[in-house]
């Protein structure tokens, strides 16, 4: 009778071979992420002209401290009602786009505006709210007709 010989291994040789390949799962993983993180770039930039683009422009200029140029893009009926803008820019502020719509001659750009508390005993935080811009078409451009109040350039601080 013969027996069959089963070829012999060597110990240990299964799990440094499921060692090696985790580690090389993880490393391709990382690099992934690596690459996703840095080919991702910074916030979409919407047509100057279209509504999305117009509360982009507002909102970025008042976040630069720039009320001159916020300014050029408010309707003359604009309403300074609530105001709550202060000089000296709004750096505690992040607005991301949520959706817009828009009716002939009017649209209105909802955004999530992001309130930032650098301070606080436990660290800072965050305060997040839906908010709204009005916008009106008068004279072929859009323009402001309505701001959230965070947002909304008082007539006093407007050189």
Do not use: N
Request: charged fraction near 20%; aromatic fraction near 8%; include cysteine.
């Amino acid at each position: 009778m013969t027996e069959d010989a089963a070829p012999q291994r060597e110990p240990g040789r299964g799990p440094r071979v499921a060692l090696i390949a985790l580690i090389v799962v993880v490393a391709v993983v990382v690099v992934a992420a690596l690459v996703a993180v840095l080919l991702r770039g910074g916030p979409a930039t919407f047509d100057p002209d279209s509504p999305e683009g117009v509360v982009q422009r507002y909102t970025q200029s008042l976040i630069d401290g720039d009320v001159t140029a916020a300014h050029e893009l408010l309707a003359p009926t604009a309403s300074d009602e609530g105001c709550g803008y202060f000089p000296g820019g709004l750096d505690d502020y992040r607005v991301t786009l949520v959706g817009t719509t828009t009716d002939g001659d009017s649209a209105q750009v909802r955004v999530l505006v992001t309130t930032i508390y650098r301070q606080g005993v436990f660290g800072g935080g965050e305060y997040q709210s839906e908010e709204v811009f009005r916008l009106v078409k008068p004279g072929g451009s859009w323009l402001i007709a309505a701001a959230p109040w965070q947002f909304t350039v008082c007539p006093e601080i407007v050189p």
